[in-house]
């Protein structure tokens, strides 16, 4: 049991260049999300997936495209990379929407660099 | 002003201790509050979660909530080097935000 992985764990880009982090999750769980975090801004959230076949916005969706694959996988898009995308991004699910006493359990996290 | 606010730190305490840890949110409709522990380089892990008012203890922890000053802390009793990490307060109303997070530091 695995839990929640995230492929790469690591990656540099340039300005431009697109690429998609891929998120696996193996508890059934029928919520995921995607977060970004900041130095001193904490975890923002991207876009979220309530069900399979289900996508919506965060607080910073802007620049980022998703898709709820099945309901063990949940993609991130960067369609055109731009520096002030570097960060650290956190795929986690969740057995329900994120409400009342439910639990989000997070991957490990991809270091993405912007150049 | 932002929907969760924490301070920063470093909180800085002595092992065998209690760190207090608080954390004050905007919207008065949140309706559940969770502490998350993040050691460096690594992803969050839940500690606890709270909905109601007052206090709700699991071992060393203990969340207290008070919906009507908009205010969640978590208390760590006899902390130890191990407990040295960010604590991020996350609030969910239609989603969940997050803390930028208080980091804490265990002295030995």
């Known amino acids: 049991n695995a839990g929640v992985t995230q492929t790469p764990k690591f990656q540099v880009l340039k300005t431009g260049q697109s690429m998609t982090l891929q998120c696996a999750q193996d508890m059934n769980h029928n919520s995921m999300y995607w977060y970004r975090q900041d130095p001193g801004m904490g975890l923002r959230l991207i876009y979220y997936s309530a069900s399979e076949g289900t996508t919506d916005k965060g607080e910073v969706p802007n620049g980022y495209n998703v898709s709820r694959l099945n309901k063990r996988e949940f993609s991130l898009r960067l369609e055109s990379a731009a520096p002030s995308q570097t960060s650290v991004y956190f795929c986690a699910s969740s057995e329900l929407l994120a409400g009342s006493t439910d639990t989000q359990y997070f991957g490990p996290g991809t270091r993405l660099t912007v150049l | 002003q932002k929907e969760v606010e924490q301070n920063s730190g470093p909180l800085s305490v002595p092992e065998g201790a209690i760190a207090s840890l608080n954390c004050t949110y905007s919207?008065?409709?949140?309706?559940?509050f969770f502490w998350y522990r993040q050691y460096s380089g690594k992803s969050p892990e839940l500690i606890m979660f709270?909905?109601?008012?007052g206090d709700k203890e699991d071992g060393r922890f203990t969340a207290q909530l008070n919906k009507a000053s908009q205010y969640v802390s978590l208390l760590i009793r006899d902390s130890q080097p191990s407990d040295s990490a960010t604590y991020l307060c996350a609030v969910n109303l239609n989603d969940m935000r997050f803390g930028a997070g208080t980091r804490l530091t265990v002295k030995p």
């Open positions: 709270i909905y109601s008012n």
């Open positions: 919207d008065r409709g949140s309706q559940s």
